[in-house]
């Protein structure tokens, strides 16, 4: 294999795991607010469910200070009964103290329904305290998971960042440059490996006769069908092989393409 190949091996390993990492941490944020999204849930019922209590309370407030009015204004009737003259406006005063008596009955039954309401309420928010104690803390786990994931994720990074610059310094910068050319049409992946005489870019099968170059040749050699600059992934050649297969050197027309 040439070995000008060896080094943009590495670098093509490095961006593509760099490429990996930058494409986990650009879903970071989408997961975080998925772990999110029980507890803003459960904080919208309880906002809800206060307000609801609230409105009962003051509908409950209310109508108690109906009633109060009310016994003041029966209060009255009944004392003025007895200033009345005549038997007539007396049992008509009476029916109206009688029909008063009615609605304040009536009050009373509007009362406890929002009593019995107001106890659910009070029930429901306890039941969502709860819950979004629970929700919290299952956000706080998992948001403390991501943060470590991200930390992870960007000392990684950072190390093979790293570790590029340093491999990129080696190499000839005409090839740095084709490697980049190629990496950019050919989706990141510049380089394929033979196996099986399959070139491993496009999973097509090449020639044998440039399965045998790319084994034993230096010269850079490209898929027929892909164009990735191609490189032996098989057992070193042993120097008999390279002797008796390197003599008349065939064609490579399927090669030198780029
Ligand atoms: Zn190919």
């Known amino acids: 294999m040439n070995p000008q190949l060896r080094p943009l091996i590495d670098l093509q390993a490095l961006d593509l795991r760099m490429a990996e990492i930058k494409d986990s941490q650009r879903k970071l944020p989408v997961l975080l607010e998925a772990a999110q999204a029980p507890l803003t849930e459960i904080i ?91 929700a919290e803390k299952q956000f706080v786990g998992e948001k403390a998971r991501l943060d470590a994931q991200q930390a992870a994720l960007t000392a990684e990074l950072s190390e093979l960042e790293q570790k590029h610059k340093e491999i990129a310094a080696g190499v000839e910068k005409g090839l740095l440059t084709r490697y980049a050319k190629l990496r950019a049409s050919r989706k990141d992946q510049a380089l394929a490996p033979v196996r099986n005489g399959i070139c491993f870019g496009c999973k097509l099968q090449i020639s044998p006769q440039l399965v045998a170059q790319v084994k034993r040749s230096d010269a850079m050699l490209f898929c027929s069908f892909c164009g990735r600059l191609l490189y032996w992934e098989g057992e070193p050649v042993s120097d008999a092989a390279i002797s008796s297969a390197a003599a008349p050197r065939p064609d490579d027309e399927a090669g030198e393409s780029v």
Request: without cysteine; glycine residues 2%; proline residues 0%.
């Open 44 to 134: 919208k019922q309880l906002t809800d469910l206060t307000a609801l209590l609230e409105t009962a309370t003051k509908e409950r407030r209310s109508l108690e200070k109906d009633i109060e009015a009310h016994d003041s204004q029966t209060e009255k009737m009944r004392t003025r009964l007895s200033e009345l003259k005549t038997n007539k406006e007396y049992q008509a005063h009476l029916f109206e103290i009688e029909m008063a008596n009615k609605k304040k009955g009536e009050i009373e039954e509007r009362i406890l329904v929002y009593m019995e309401k107001i106890e659910q309420q009070q029930k429901g928010i306890t039941e969502a305290h709860a819950k979004k104690a629970e």
